[in-house]
Protein backbone atom coordinates (compact mmCIF):
# COMPACT_ATOMS: atom_id res chain seq x y z
CA UNK A 1 0.00 0.00 0.00
CA UNK A 2 0.84 3.92 -0.55
CA UNK A 3 0.82 6.69 1.57
CA UNK A 4 -1.59 8.70 0.99
CA UNK A 5 0.26 11.96 1.06
CA UNK A 6 3.62 11.03 -0.85
CA UNK A 7 3.00 7.85 -2.76
CA UNK A 8 5.68 6.25 -1.09
CA UNK A 9 5.26 2.59 0.48
CA UNK A 10 2.75 3.00 3.43
CA UNK A 11 3.99 1.93 7.23
CA UNK A 12 0.43 2.09 9.06
CA UNK A 13 -2.71 2.62 8.07
CA UNK A 14 -4.96 4.65 10.46
CA UNK A 15 -8.44 3.05 10.97
CA UNK A 16 -10.06 5.96 12.29
CA UNK A 17 -8.97 8.15 9.44
CA UNK A 18 -8.49 6.50 6.99
CA UNK A 19 -5.21 7.14 5.67
CA UNK A 20 -1.98 4.68 4.84
CA UNK A 21 0.91 6.95 6.02
CA UNK A 22 4.78 6.44 4.90
CA UNK A 23 7.92 6.15 8.36
CA UNK A 24 7.94 9.95 7.45
CA UNK A 25 4.36 11.61 7.60
CA UNK A 26 3.28 9.04 10.38
CA UNK A 27 6.19 10.63 12.42
CA UNK A 28 4.71 14.11 11.01
CA UNK A 29 1.49 12.80 11.92
CA UNK A 30 2.45 12.23 15.74
CA UNK A 31 4.49 14.91 16.07
CA UNK A 32 2.01 17.68 14.84
CA UNK A 33 -0.84 16.11 17.67
CA UNK A 34 0.93 16.01 21.07
CA UNK A 35 2.68 19.79 20.12
CA UNK A 36 -0.74 20.95 19.55
CA UNK A 37 -1.77 19.22 22.96
CA UNK A 38 1.23 20.59 24.44
CA UNK A 39 -0.09 24.01 23.19
CA UNK A 40 -3.88 23.40 24.40
CA UNK A 41 -2.61 22.14 28.20
CA UNK A 42 0.20 24.72 28.82
CA UNK A 43 -1.35 27.68 27.01
CA UNK A 44 0.45 30.82 26.05
CA UNK A 45 3.53 29.99 28.17
CA UNK A 46 5.71 33.53 28.96
CA UNK A 47 7.29 32.43 32.04
CA UNK A 48 9.70 29.26 32.72
CA UNK A 49 8.58 25.90 33.03
CA UNK A 50 10.52 23.28 34.36
CA UNK A 51 8.88 20.41 33.27
CA UNK A 52 9.55 17.14 35.16
CA UNK A 53 8.54 14.17 32.82
CA UNK A 54 7.57 10.76 35.07
CA UNK A 55 9.66 8.25 32.92
CA UNK A 56 9.41 4.85 33.68
CA UNK A 57 11.77 3.32 30.89
CA UNK A 58 8.44 1.64 28.97
CA UNK A 59 7.79 3.06 25.10
CA UNK A 60 4.92 5.69 25.83
CA UNK A 61 7.48 7.59 28.85
CA UNK A 62 10.50 7.22 26.56
CA UNK A 63 8.49 8.33 23.09
CA UNK A 64 7.24 11.49 25.60
CA UNK A 65 10.87 12.14 26.71
CA UNK A 66 12.48 11.99 23.38
CA UNK A 67 9.33 14.20 22.13
CA UNK A 68 9.95 16.86 24.96
CA UNK A 69 13.61 16.86 24.15
CA UNK A 70 13.03 17.44 20.67
CA UNK A 71 10.06 19.92 20.84
CA UNK A 72 11.34 22.03 23.72
CA UNK A 73 15.32 21.53 23.63
CA UNK A 74 15.89 25.17 21.68
CA UNK A 75 13.84 27.07 23.97
CA UNK A 76 15.81 29.02 26.85
CA UNK A 77 12.47 29.29 29.13
CA UNK A 78 12.00 25.61 29.54
CA UNK A 79 13.79 22.87 31.41
CA UNK A 80 13.44 19.38 31.15
CA UNK A 81 14.28 16.47 33.99
CA UNK A 82 13.23 12.75 33.65
CA UNK A 83 11.90 11.26 36.93
CA UNK A 84 11.80 7.53 37.79
CA UNK A 85 10.09 5.73 40.64
CA UNK A 86 11.61 2.78 41.60
CA UNK A 87 9.05 0.93 43.48
CA UNK A 88 10.57 -2.34 44.21
CA UNK A 89 9.89 -5.12 42.31
CA UNK A 90 13.44 -5.99 41.62
CA UNK A 91 12.75 -8.61 39.03
CA UNK A 92 11.64 -6.11 36.71
CA UNK A 93 12.25 -2.15 37.44
CA UNK A 94 15.91 -2.50 37.44
CA UNK A 95 15.86 -3.58 34.41
CA UNK A 96 13.59 -0.47 32.80
CA UNK A 97 15.11 1.99 34.99
CA UNK A 98 18.33 1.55 32.82
CA UNK A 99 16.67 1.84 29.62
CA UNK A 100 16.01 5.50 31.20
CA UNK A 101 19.29 6.16 32.07
CA UNK A 102 21.00 4.98 28.65
CA UNK A 103 18.43 7.36 26.96
CA UNK A 104 18.71 10.01 29.53
CA UNK A 105 22.56 10.09 29.06
CA UNK A 106 22.68 9.67 25.36
CA UNK A 107 20.49 13.06 25.29
CA UNK A 108 22.16 14.91 28.62
CA UNK A 109 19.20 14.93 30.60
CA UNK A 110 18.83 15.27 33.82
CA UNK A 111 17.54 11.78 35.61
CA UNK A 112 16.53 11.66 38.99
CA UNK A 113 15.29 8.31 40.48
CA UNK A 114 13.15 8.14 43.45
CA UNK A 115 12.53 4.92 45.74
CA UNK A 116 9.32 4.39 47.49
CA UNK A 117 11.14 4.42 51.09
CA UNK A 118 12.07 7.90 50.40
CA UNK A 119 8.77 8.79 50.55
CA UNK A 120 7.60 6.60 53.33
CA UNK A 121 6.29 3.91 51.10
CA UNK A 122 7.33 0.21 51.89
CA UNK A 123 8.31 -1.92 48.61
CA UNK A 124 6.07 -3.38 46.60
CA UNK A 125 7.62 -6.95 47.50
CA UNK A 126 7.32 -6.44 50.68
CA UNK A 127 4.09 -4.76 50.36
CA UNK A 128 2.63 -7.47 48.31
CA UNK A 129 2.80 -10.18 51.11
CA UNK A 130 0.58 -7.90 53.30
CA UNK A 131 -1.74 -6.43 50.91
CA UNK A 132 -5.23 -7.88 51.98
CA UNK A 133 -7.98 -7.31 49.90
CA UNK A 134 -5.98 -4.20 48.53
CA UNK A 135 -4.73 -4.88 44.80
CA UNK A 136 -1.02 -4.40 44.42
CA UNK A 137 -1.90 -1.51 41.51
CA UNK A 138 -3.78 0.08 44.45
CA UNK A 139 -0.66 0.37 46.40
CA UNK A 140 1.50 1.02 43.95
CA UNK A 141 -0.52 3.61 42.07
CA UNK A 142 -0.97 5.48 45.42
CA UNK A 143 2.66 5.20 46.41
CA UNK A 144 3.56 6.18 43.02
CA UNK A 145 1.43 9.27 42.70
CA UNK A 146 2.53 10.37 46.16
CA UNK A 147 6.64 10.04 45.09
CA UNK A 148 6.33 11.93 41.71
CA UNK A 149 4.48 14.94 43.79
CA UNK A 150 6.73 15.69 46.57
CA UNK A 151 10.18 14.93 44.04
CA UNK A 152 8.34 16.85 41.46
CA UNK A 153 8.23 20.32 44.08
CA UNK A 154 11.62 19.44 45.73
CA UNK A 155 13.11 19.88 42.17
CA UNK A 156 10.73 23.26 41.26
CA UNK A 157 8.96 21.61 38.66
CA UNK A 158 5.87 23.60 37.62
CA UNK A 159 4.64 20.90 35.34
CA UNK A 160 4.67 17.11 35.90
CA UNK A 161 4.60 15.43 32.31
CA UNK A 162 3.25 11.75 32.22
CA UNK A 163 3.25 9.16 29.51
CA UNK A 164 -0.06 8.31 29.52
CA UNK A 165 -1.83 8.04 25.95
CA UNK A 166 -4.91 7.61 24.17
CA UNK A 167 -5.73 4.41 25.06
CA UNK A 168 -4.82 5.26 29.41
CA UNK A 169 -7.12 7.98 29.22
CA UNK A 170 -10.36 6.37 27.83
CA UNK A 171 -9.98 3.57 30.24
CA UNK A 172 -9.74 5.76 33.22
CA UNK A 173 -12.58 7.94 31.40
CA UNK A 174 -14.82 4.76 31.28
CA UNK A 175 -13.70 3.63 35.17
CA UNK A 176 -14.84 6.47 36.46
CA UNK A 177 -18.21 6.26 34.82
CA UNK A 178 -18.94 3.00 35.40
CA UNK A 179 -17.80 3.80 39.08
CA UNK A 180 -20.12 6.82 39.54
CA UNK A 181 -17.58 8.82 40.49
CA UNK A 182 -17.77 11.83 38.66
CA UNK A 183 -16.16 14.05 40.98
CA UNK A 184 -12.83 12.17 40.20
CA UNK A 185 -13.81 12.92 36.39
CA UNK A 186 -13.08 16.89 37.35
CA UNK A 187 -8.90 15.89 39.16
CA UNK A 188 -8.11 13.75 35.74
CA UNK A 189 -5.13 15.25 33.92
CA UNK A 190 -4.19 17.02 32.32
CA UNK A 191 -4.94 19.73 35.37
CA UNK A 192 -6.66 22.65 34.25
CA UNK A 193 -6.79 24.21 37.45
CA UNK A 194 -3.37 24.70 39.88
CA UNK A 195 -4.23 23.22 43.24
CA UNK A 196 -2.37 24.34 46.14
CA UNK A 197 0.35 21.81 47.05
CA UNK A 198 0.08 19.98 43.54
CA UNK A 199 1.88 19.70 40.68
CA UNK A 200 -0.78 20.06 37.65
CA UNK A 201 0.19 17.20 35.24
CA UNK A 202 0.29 17.28 31.34
CA UNK A 203 0.04 14.66 29.13
CA UNK A 204 1.70 15.04 25.85
CA UNK A 205 0.22 11.83 24.49
CA UNK A 206 -3.07 12.05 25.28
CA UNK A 207 -4.28 11.90 21.47
CA UNK A 208 -1.90 9.14 20.41
CA UNK A 209 -3.40 5.69 20.46
CA UNK A 210 -0.56 3.02 22.22
CA UNK A 211 -0.38 1.38 19.11
CA UNK A 212 1.37 4.19 17.39
CA UNK A 213 3.41 5.26 20.39
CA UNK A 214 4.69 1.80 19.61
CA UNK A 215 5.48 2.47 15.96
CA UNK A 216 7.00 5.79 16.70
CA UNK A 217 9.08 4.78 19.32
CA UNK A 218 10.41 1.37 16.44
CA UNK A 219 10.80 4.08 13.33
CA UNK A 220 12.94 6.49 15.98
CA UNK A 221 14.94 3.62 17.14
CA UNK A 222 14.00 4.58 21.04
CA UNK A 223 15.39 1.21 22.64
CA UNK A 224 12.65 0.65 25.74
CA UNK A 225 11.38 -2.03 28.03
CA UNK A 226 9.46 -4.82 27.09
CA UNK A 227 8.76 -6.58 30.47
CA UNK A 228 5.54 -6.36 32.21
CA UNK A 229 5.41 -5.77 35.64
CA UNK A 230 4.73 -9.02 37.87
CA UNK A 231 1.92 -7.84 39.65
CA UNK A 232 -0.01 -5.94 36.82
CA UNK A 233 -2.34 -9.06 36.44
CA UNK A 234 -4.40 -8.16 39.07
CA UNK A 235 -5.39 -4.44 37.86
CA UNK A 236 -9.20 -3.96 37.28
CA UNK A 237 -8.14 -1.54 34.38
CA UNK A 238 -7.30 -4.95 32.45
CA UNK A 239 -11.19 -5.39 32.49
CA UNK A 240 -11.37 -1.74 30.60
CA UNK A 241 -8.18 -2.03 28.11
CA UNK A 242 -10.00 -5.50 26.41
CA UNK A 243 -13.16 -3.38 26.68
CA UNK A 244 -12.04 -0.18 24.86
CA UNK A 245 -10.61 -2.67 22.58
CA UNK A 246 -12.90 -4.62 21.46
CA UNK A 247 -15.11 -1.35 21.03
CA UNK A 248 -12.37 0.63 18.79
CA UNK A 249 -11.94 -2.32 16.93
CA UNK A 250 -15.84 -2.66 15.66
CA UNK A 251 -16.38 1.66 16.04
CA UNK A 252 -12.56 3.00 14.88
CA UNK A 253 -12.89 6.49 16.33
CA UNK A 254 -14.29 4.91 19.80
CA UNK A 255 -11.33 6.11 22.38
CA UNK A 256 -10.64 9.38 20.72
CA UNK A 257 -15.08 10.19 21.28
CA UNK A 258 -14.84 8.94 24.78
CA UNK A 259 -11.95 11.98 25.81
CA UNK A 260 -13.70 14.04 23.64
CA UNK A 261 -16.99 13.96 25.71
CA UNK A 262 -14.76 13.68 28.72
CA UNK A 263 -13.82 16.99 27.36
CA UNK A 264 -17.02 18.32 26.83
CA UNK A 265 -18.73 17.69 30.13
CA UNK A 266 -15.77 19.23 32.35
CA UNK A 267 -16.83 22.93 32.68
CA UNK A 268 -20.71 21.22 33.39
CA UNK A 269 -18.98 18.87 36.10
CA UNK A 270 -17.09 21.62 37.54
CA UNK A 271 -20.48 23.74 38.24
CA UNK A 272 -22.09 20.79 39.77
CA UNK A 273 -19.20 20.08 41.71
CA UNK A 274 -18.07 23.66 42.64
CA UNK A 275 -16.54 22.81 45.96
CA UNK A 276 -14.21 20.30 45.15
CA UNK A 277 -11.59 21.55 46.96
CA UNK A 278 -7.69 20.04 48.01
CA UNK A 279 -7.15 19.93 51.61
CA UNK A 280 -3.63 19.06 52.97
CA UNK A 281 -3.54 15.56 55.00
CA UNK A 282 -2.89 15.95 58.63
CA UNK A 283 -0.03 13.62 58.74
CA UNK A 284 2.19 14.45 55.71
CA UNK A 285 0.38 17.81 54.56
CA UNK A 286 0.51 16.38 51.13
CA UNK A 287 -3.05 17.38 48.78
CA UNK A 288 -5.78 15.44 49.51
CA UNK A 289 -9.67 15.41 49.42
CA UNK A 290 -10.19 13.89 52.80
CA UNK A 291 -8.35 14.69 56.04
CA UNK A 292 -5.96 11.89 55.97
CA UNK A 293 -4.55 11.00 52.06
CA UNK A 294 -4.35 7.55 50.89
CA UNK A 295 -0.83 7.15 51.02
CA UNK A 296 -0.77 7.28 54.96
CA UNK A 297 -3.80 5.17 54.79
CA UNK A 298 -2.30 2.35 53.13
CA UNK A 299 1.02 2.82 55.34
CA UNK A 300 -0.82 2.83 58.64
CA UNK A 301 -2.83 -0.70 57.18
CA UNK A 302 -0.11 -2.51 55.91
CA UNK A 303 2.26 -1.58 59.08
CA UNK A 304 -0.27 -2.28 60.99
CA UNK A 305 -0.52 -6.01 59.75
CA UNK A 306 3.23 -6.48 59.06
CA UNK A 307 3.54 -5.87 62.84
CA UNK A 308 1.05 -8.33 63.45
CA UNK A 309 2.33 -11.02 61.34
CA UNK A 310 -0.43 -10.93 59.08
CA UNK A 311 0.45 -12.41 55.66
CA UNK A 312 -1.79 -13.10 52.26
CA UNK A 313 -2.49 -16.80 52.01
CA UNK A 314 0.11 -18.31 49.57
CA UNK A 315 -1.14 -18.04 45.73
CA UNK A 316 -3.31 -14.75 46.75
CA UNK A 317 -0.25 -12.61 45.28
Known amino acids: MQCDRC ?53 DSLVML ?39 NEKDIQHRVVRFEECGGIPMDLAVNFRGELTPCSICGVFRRNCLNTTAKELNATRLATGLNLDDTAQTILMNLTRGD ?10 RIIKPGLIPRIQPLRQIPEKESYLFAMLEGIDFYT ?30 AIVKTHDQLYEPLCLLYPDVSVNRCER ?34
Open 7 to 59: GHKAVTFIRYSGRHLCPDHFKDFVVKRVKNELRLELGRTRGREHIVAAVSGGK
Open 66 to 104: YLLHNIYRKHRNFQLTALSVNEGINEYRPLSLAKVEKFC
Open 182 to 191: LQRMIRMGPH
Open 227 to 256: GACPYAGHAQRNIYRKMIEELEDRMPGTRH
Open 284 to 317: CGEPTSGRVCKTCENIELLRERMDGGYRNPAGKE
